[in-house]
C-alpha cells in the first residue's frame, strides 16, 4: 500500500469495521513539511449543495413482521415484540434523528426530491475528480452537529471547520475532488457530522451520507452515476 499526501499534520489511520475501530485498529501519521510543500488551491467554486441537519420520527420496524418466524412483532409472544411495544416502560420502535437532507436553494424551504431507497442516509453529492463544489451547510436541528467529508481536499481548512455549529447557524465549506477511483469508475466516501468517529459519533445519530466521485467524464449532461 502506498500513501500520497498533501498536507502537513497528524493523520489518523482507522479500519471502519466496527469491531476493529472498538478493538484498537487505530494509528497516526505525522506529515512534517520535509515531505513537501502545500500550494492551496485557488479555483472557482463549483457546484453549490445546500444542506440542513433535520430531526424526524424514525421508525426502526415500519413493516412490523418477523420473516423468520413468519410472525406479526406485534404478538404478545413474539420476541420482537418489546422491540416495538410502547407503554409506561418501552419506547417502541420510533426514535427522534437528527438527518442530513438536501434543500433547493440558500432559503433551506424547499427539500430536493429524494428516493425512498436511500433511507436514513442523506441526498447523495454527485462530482468528478477535479470539481471543485461548495457545502451551504445549515443546523436546523435542536443540538450541535457539523459537516465533514472524508475523502477531499478543503479549500481554506481551519480549526472553525472542525467544529460543531449549533441550532440554525449557517456555515459553508469548500471542497475539491482531488482522491478518485483506480480501476473503477466511481469511488464512494462519506460525509458525517464529527471528525473524531463516524461509529461513536455519526450512525447513532442518524447524520451520515454518500459523496459519488467519478472519474472525468462520467458524469455527462447531469447525468448521475448510481
Keep these: 500500500m502506498s500513501l500520497h499526501t498533501i498536507l502537513a499534520g497528524k493523520w489518523s489511520v482507522t479500519c471502519y469495521v466496527a469491531t476493529h475501530f472498538e478493538g484498537g485498529t487505530q494509528a497516526a501519521i505525522t506529515v512534517d513539511q520535509s515531505?513537501?510543500?502545500?500550494?492551496?488551491?485557488?479555483t472557482p467554486v463549483g457546484e453549490v449543495f445546500y444542506f440542513a441537519a433535520v430531526e424526524m420520527?424514525?421508525?426502526?420496524?415500519?413493516v412490523r413482521y418477523d420473516p423468520v418466524r413468519?410472525?406479526?412483532l406485534d404478538d404478545e409472544d413474539s420476541p420482537g415484540n418489546v422491540f416495538v411495544r410502547r407503554d409506561d416502560h418501552l419506547l417502541g420502535s420510533t426514535y427522534k434523528k437528527a438527518v442530513y437532507r438536501r434543500f433547493e436553494d440558500s432559503s433551506f424551504s424547499q427539500q430536493v426530491t429524494r428516493e425512498e431507497s436511500w433511507g436514513i442516509l442523506g441526498h447523495p453529492i454527485h462530482v468528478e475528480?477535479?470539481?471543485s463544489f461548495q457545502v451551504v451547510?445549515?443546523?436546523?436541528?435542536?443540538?450541535?452537529?457539523?459537516?465533514?467529508?472524508?475523502g477531499v481536499q478543503w479549500v481554506n481548512f481551519d480549526e472553525d471547520?472542525?467544529?460543531?455549529?449549533?441550532?440554525?447557524?449557517?456555515?459553508?465549506?469548500?471542497?475539491?475532488a482531488t482522491n478518485g477511483p483506480s480501476d473503477t469508475r466511481l469511488l464512494v466516501p462519506h460525509f458525517y457530522t464529527c471528525l473524531w468517529s463516524i461509529w461513536h459519533g455519526t450512525l447513532p445519530r442518524g447524520?451520515?451520507?454518500?459523496l459519488v466521485v467519478c472519474r472525468e467524464g462520467i458524469l455527462d449532461n447531469g447525468i448521475?452515476?448510481?
Design 224 to 226: 448521475e452515476q448510481t
Design 161 to 176: 471547520s472542525k467544529r460543531m455549529v449549533s441550532h440554525l447557524t449557517v456555515r459553508s465549506f469548500d471542497f475539491v
Design 57 to 62: 420520527d424514525w421508525n426502526y420496524a415500519p
Design 137 to 150: 451547510f445549515k443546523n436546523m436541528a435542536s443540538r450541535s452537529y457539523g459537516f465533514y467529508i472524508h
Design 35 to 42: 515531505c513537501g510543500t502545500y500550494t492551496p488551491i485557488d
Design 207 to 210: 447524520l451520515v451520507g454518500p
Design 129 to 131: 475528480v477535479g470539481d
Design 70 to 72: 413468519s410472525q406479526s
